[in-house]
C-alpha cells in the first residue's frame, strides 16, 4: 500500500507541474546579444533577440533636477560594459559619449531610466550592472505589465503607477568600480524600468546595464486534464492489484 501511494503521488506530481521555465541571459556588453539599433538619436530603440523573447530598450530622463519634472526622450547607448544613457542635459549625444561620465545611467543631475519591454510576461530574476570607475551603485526599479507601445514622454515618477508599473524597489549596493548582481526578486511582468537610486540622496550613482536574466513564467496542465491522468493512474494500479 506504501508504494501505490508513492506511484499515484508521483502521477499528482507530473500532473501539476507544468512545464519548466525558460531562462534567458541578455548580454548588452558588446559582442553579446545579437542587437538590432534604429540609431542614436533621442528616443532611439535597441531591439535584443534571446530565442524565446524579444526585448526593446529605449531611455529617458526628467526634465526638472533629480526626481522633478516630466520624462523626456534620451538616447540609449551599447558600449563594450553594457548600456548606457546619454540625456538632453548633457550636451550633444557625441559629447556625452567622449566623456568618461556623462554615458553612463546616472542620477547627478537629470534622472536616467532604462525601459526593458518584453514582447511577453518575463520573470525577472538579475541584473548586473557595471560603472565605468569608481562610483556609487544604488539602484531604483520597478517591474510592471503595461501597454505594448507604452511611451514615459510626460509621465513623472508619481504617475507611473498608471501606466501599470508596481511599487518602486531599491537596491544599495555602496561604492565600487566592480560589477554588482542585483536580485530582482522574480517579480512578474512584460516591462522593467531600471534608473539610478531614486530620490537622489547626495552621492552620485553611476553604472551601465551589463546583463540581465529572466525566464518565462511556469505553465500549469489544466485541472481536467490533470484529473484525466490521475484517474488513469488509479486504473492502472487497481487492475494490477485485482491480477496479481
Same mark, same amino acid.
Given at each position: 500500500?506504501? +508504494?501505490?501511494?508513492?506511484?499515484?503521488?508521483?502521477?499528482?506530481?507530473? @500532473?501539476? =507541474?507544468?512545464?519548466?521555465?525558460?531562462?534567458?541571459?541578455?548580454?548588452? @556588453?558588446?559582442?553579446?546579444?545579437?542587437?538590432?539599433?534604429? $540609431?542614436?538619436?533621442?528616443?532611439?530603440? *535597441?531591439?535584443?533577440? =534571446?530565442?524565446? =523573447?524579444?526585448?526593446?530598450?529605449?531611455?529617458?530622463?526628467?526634465? $526638472?533636477?533629480?526626481?522633478?519634472?516630466?520624462?523626456?526622450?534620451?538616447?540609449? *547607448?551599447?558600449?563594450?560594459?553594457?548600456?548606457?544613457?546619454?540625456?538632453?542635459? %548633457?550636451? &550633444?549625444?557625441?559629447?556625452?559619449?567622449?566623456?568618461?561620465?556623462?554615458?553612463?545611467?546616472?542620477?547627478?543631475?537629470? +534622472?536616467?531610466?532604462?525601459?526593458?519591454?518584453?514582447?511577453?510576461?518575463?520573470?525577472?530574476?538579475?541584473?548586473?550592472?557595471?560603472?565605468?570607475?569608481?562610483?556609487?551603485?544604488?539602484?531604483?526599479?520597478?517591474?510592471?505589465?503595461?501597454?505594448?507601445?507604452?511611451?514615459?514622454?510626460?509621465?513623472?515618477? &508619481?504617475? *507611473?503607477?498608471?501606466? $501599470?508599473?508596481? &511599487?518602486?524597489?531599491?537596491?544599495?549596493?555602496?561604492?565600487? %568600480?566592480?560589477?554588482?548582481?542585483?536580485?530582482?526578486?522574480? *517579480?512578474?511582468?512584460? @516591462?522593467?524600468?531600471? $534608473? @539610478?537610486?531614486?530620490?537622489?540622496?547626495?552621492?552620485?550613482?553611476?553604472?551601465?546595464?551589463?546583463?540581465?536574466?529572466?525566464?518565462?513564467?511556469?505553465?500549469?496542465?489544466?485541472?481536467?486534464?490533470?484529473?484525466?491522468?490521475?484517474?488513469?493512474?488509479?486504473?492502472?494500479?487497481?487492475?494490477?492489484?485485482?491480477? =496479481?
Amino acid at each position: 500500500m506504501p +508504494q501505490i501511494r508513492k506511484v499515484i503521488l508521483s502521477f499528482v506530481v507530473l @500532473a501539476l =507541474a507544468g512545464s519548466p521555465a525558460l531562462a534567458s541571459t541578455w548580454n548588452f @556588453a558588446s559582442g553579446g546579444n545579437p542587437v538590432t539599433s534604429n $540609431g542614436s538619436h533621442y528616443g532611439n530603440q *535597441l531591439v535584443f533577440d =534571446a530565442g524565446p =523573447a524579444e526585448l526593446r530598450v529605449r531611455a529617458w530622463s526628467n526634465t $526638472g533636477r533629480h526626481p522633478t519634472g516630466s520624462f523626456e526622450t534620451a538616447s540609449i *547607448l551599447r558600449f563594450s560594459t553594457g548600456l548606457g544613457v546619454c540625456n538632453r542635459k %548633457e550636451g &550633444s549625444i557625441n559629447s556625452c559619449i567622449g566623456g568618461s561620465l556623462d554615458h553612463q545611467v546616472d542620477n547627478v543631475s537629470q +534622472q536616467d531610466l532604462v525601459l526593458f519591454l518584453f514582447d511577453s510576461l518575463q520573470v525577472m530574476q538579475s541584473l548586473t550592472i557595471d560603472p565605468w570607475g569608481t562610483w556609487d551603485r544604488d539602484v531604483s526599479f520597478r517591474v510592471g505589465t503595461v501597454s505594448p507601445d507604452v511611451s514615459l514622454t510626460g509621465a513623472t515618477f &508619481s504617475s *507611473l503607477g498608471t501606466l $501599470g508599473f508596481g &511599487s518602486q524597489v531599491n537596491s544599495l549596493n555602496g561604492p565600487g %568600480e566592480g560589477p554588482v548582481t542585483i536580485n530582482l526578486g522574480g *517579480l512578474t511582468g512584460n @516591462a522593467l524600468l531600471i $534608473g @539610478a537610486l531614486n530620490p537622489y540622496d547626495g552621492s552620485p550613482d553611476r553604472f551601465k546595464i551589463r546583463q540581465l536574466v529572466t525566464s518565462t513564467p511556469m505553465t500549469v496542465v489544466p485541472l481536467p486534464g490533470a484529473g484525466w491522468l490521475l484517474l488513469s493512474a488509479l486504473g492502472f494500479l487497481a487492475g494490477n492489484r485485482r491480477s =496479481a
